[in-house]
């Protein structure tokens, strides 16, 4: 069992809500998934420039890197520093020079890249997950989360949700995938590299790969419902996208709520019931093999 | 008449009390305010109160009810009135899956849609869905009536038992071993009095609508399949 959030905002009015309204449904899934959290949060990017996350031992790590990276691209790198993470922005051209530095480096790691993505996961309580990035006061236009209870592999901070795979891309997931070893295998050809063993990565992976061949994020989540095999509700995001997908069985459980505001997910609707308009809103389970998707202009 | 605030209270203590009443209790009337999605409100319920629920339930709710009238007047979760025993459980908004499941007796009437798996494992309840109903339902059921207003989704009635299905709309496709039957007087007397409790004795007739059962292949020897144990 884990527990999945997402939402996406139609209004900017919102966006400066959008971490507590997020926080409040991930704290609520900790019933769900104790274990690790994690939550991706679409924010303010800047024309030409990349945000990379990274996660080190603490932020005197952090900032040592931070600064070493800055004399390797020759400029002082802009970031922020939230507990274990640290957000960098840097010109797009310097991104693999800057990936290329992070991976040689022993005392960091690379979690995600986007223009507008930042992502953060840990083991712990969901609820303290989120308190130690402060999400309650990110703002964004959309974001997704994850509370896991670890079923397939280890409880660590690596294999915690969401998985990254491509710019300003990230997945969630609930369930478990049969034939990822299979499909990764076949990823790997193609070029595609992972970071763990676990399934999830694998499905954030071929849509990745699927949007890099040309397809749009509908069109590659509607080819996984004949690539991936197993139980999942899936939640993606990518820079200006939302999308839904549940197995052809609908294995696991999914409730959404849409408004003029916004459009909702959650596991369970406990995890919506705080939202503001919920009352209103027009309440419905996304049908299985069915491929819901938003995107904002 | 009690009220129960949830937003308040804790979801034990009400349904502590409930679990309490005496079969000849006077509070036979409960309001419970402020759901918010909690799972298990009002399980195991064996008095013939009414219990009134104002706004959305999460999963199980009106679960293993004996006697008791609940009325949900938003959506229900996962499971609900699962395995009942007897009294009603109606709910005003959608249903999720599997509601009804396993129900053994009374009666579970849905205003709007319900989601895959509704009636699974039927043992006896009687469900009646206004709107439509997800793929997979009534799978395995063995007994009680399950109808439907609207639509059934993919493979209704797979590996059925002995439950009738009743469809007014469309069905996507059957599942293993359901077929569809000829509605006899008794069945056609059954299905009205299903309807006359579910209070549409006078805005839907019985003969609009299609019945499906087991066409009895998959749970009978057949000297054909003898190699097969």
């Keep these: 069992m884990c527990g999945i959030v997402g939402l996406f905002l139609k209004q900017p009015k919102l966006e400066p809500e959008l971490g507590a309204m997020l926080s ?48 390797a691209v020759g400029e002082d790198l802009p970031a922020t520093f939230r507990d274990t993470y640290a957000v960098i922005s840097l010109p797009a051209l310097k991104e693999q020079q800057a990936r290329s530095s992070i991976a040689a480096r ?30 309650v006061r990110m703002e964004g236009s959309h974001g997704i989360g994850h509370t896991r209870m670890a079923t397939e592999s280890a409880v660590t901070t690596r294999g915690a949700h969401p998985f990254s795979t491509g710019l300003d891309q990230c997945l969630v ?72 997908l549940r197995d052809p069985i609908s294995c696991k459980p999914a409730v959404m709520a849409e408004t003029d505001d916004y459009v909702a997910f959650g596991s369970e609707y406990r995890a919506l019931a705080m939202l503001p308009g919920v009352d209103k809103a027009h309440l419905f389970e996304p049908r299985p093999a069915t491929v819901y998707a938003w995107e904002r202009g | 008449m009690s009220n129960v605030d949830l937003g308040k209270a804790p979801l034990r203590e009400l349904n502590a009390m409930l679990h309490a009443l005496a079969p000849a209790t006077n509070e036979t009337h409960w309001i419970v305010t402020n759901p918010g999605g909690k799972h298990a409100i009002a399980c195991g319920v064996d008095a013939p109160v009414t219990i009134d629920i104002e706004g959305h339930v999460g999963y199980y709710c009106g679960g293993m009810n004996k006697r008791a009238t609940i009325l949900v007047s938003g959506n229900a979760g996962v499971g609900v009135a699962e395995n009942m025993m007897s009294g009603e459980v109606r709910v005003r908004g959608d249903a999720s899956q599997a509601a009804g499941a396993t129900g053994c007796g009374g009666l579970l009437v849905i205003d709007g849609n319900a989601s895959a798996r509704c009636g699974i494992s039927m043992k006896g309840i009687d469900i009646v869905v206004k709107g439509s109903i997800g793929p997979m339902s009534a799978f395995m059921a063995q007994a009680g009536n399950l109808v439907v207003l609207g639509d059934a989704g993919e493979a209704l009635g797979d590996s059925i038992y002995e439950a009738r299905l009743f469809v007014r709309g469309n069905v996507a496709s059957l599942g293993a071993d359901c077929i569809e039957k000829e509605m006899s007087a008794e069945d056609k007397s059954i299905l009205r009095s299903v309807l006359k409790r579910a209070d549409l004795a006078d805005s839907v007739s019985p003969n609009d609508f299609t019945m499906f059962g087991s066409a009895r292949r998959l749970y009978h020897f057949h000297i054909d399949n003898v190699d097969a144990y």
Excluded: C
């Excluded at chain 1, 005197?60 to 990276?69: C, F, Q």
């Excluded at chain 1, 022993?106 to 083991?123: C, N, T």
């Excluded at chain 1, 969901?126 to 999400?135: I, M, S």
């Excluded at chain 1, 990565?201 to 949007?211: D, F, H, N, P, T």
């Design chain 1, 106 to 135: 022993m005392d960091i790691s690379f979690v995600g890249a986007g223009k507008r993505m930042e992502l953060y996961k840990e083991v712990g309580l969901p609820q303290r997950v989120a308190q130690r990035f402060g999400l």
């Design chain 1, 24 to 71: 409040d449904m991930l704290a609520v899934m900790s019933d769900r998934g104790p274990d690790s959290a994690g939550f991706a949060v679409y924010g303010d990017g800047a024309r030409g420039r990349v945000k990379l996350t990274v996660s080190g031992a603490n932020e005197a790590v952090l900032r040592e890197a931070v600064a070493e990276l800055g004399r």
């Design chain 1, 173 to 244: 997931h609930n369930g478990s995938l049969s034939n990822h070893n299979g499909v990764r295998r076949v990823l790997q050809r193609e070029g595609m590299t992972f970071e763990t063993e676990n399934d999830t990565e694998v499905a954030a992976g071929y849509l990745s790969w699927k949007i890099r061949e040309g397809a749009s994020l509908k069109e590659a989540l509607t080819q996984s419902l004949a690539d991936l095999d197993g139980f999942y509700t899936f939640v993606v995001g990518t820079e200006s996208g939302f999308a839904v």
